[in-house]
Nanobody
Framework: VQLQASGGGLVQPGGSLRLSCAAS????????MGWFRQAPGEDRKFVAA????????DYADSVKGRFTISRDNAKNMVYLQMNSLKPEDTAVYYC???WGVGLDRELFEYDYWGQGTQVTVSS
């Protein structure tokens, strides 16, 4: 599976962005998909994950209620809708694919990674 993240940019606090992750390969719908982020000088951290059929989701406490993960298996796409953005959301955002069953928060559980897209929240 190859992953390509896009949709990042500069946004003011309180604004919104929608990240997209395009996946290649016929088995995309079998993967748990996740979003992670890495701020300067920090470790990469879990943001959100979604089950293979979109029926189950999981969010980091820091984004719960503001971010929404979704997927369209017919289009091989995963999305992260980010609302009420804060300066502390500034980071490079990565999408990842996990050939597993449960929704994982650990980086090592994920088998494939995209290249990342920069999100900057600043006035």
């Amino acid at each position: 599976v190859q992953l390509q993240a896009s949709g990042g940019g500069l946004v003011q606090p309180g604004g919104s962005l929608r990240l997209s992750c395009a996946a290649s390969g016929p088995t995309f719908s079998r993967y748990v998909m996740g979003w992670f982020r890495q701020a300067p000088g920090e470790d990469r951290k879990f943001v959100a994950a979604i089950s293979w059929n979109g029926g189950t989701t999981d969010y980091a406490d820091s984004v719960k209620g503001r971010f929404t993960i979704s997927r369209d298996n017919a289009k091989n796409m995963v999305y992260l809708q980010m609302n009420s953005l804060k300066p502390e959301d500034t980071a490079v955002y990565y999408c990842a694919a996990d050939w597993g069953v449960g929704l994982d928060r650990e980086l090592f559980e994920y088998d494939y990674w995209g290249q990342g897209t920069q999100v900057t929240v600043s006035s």
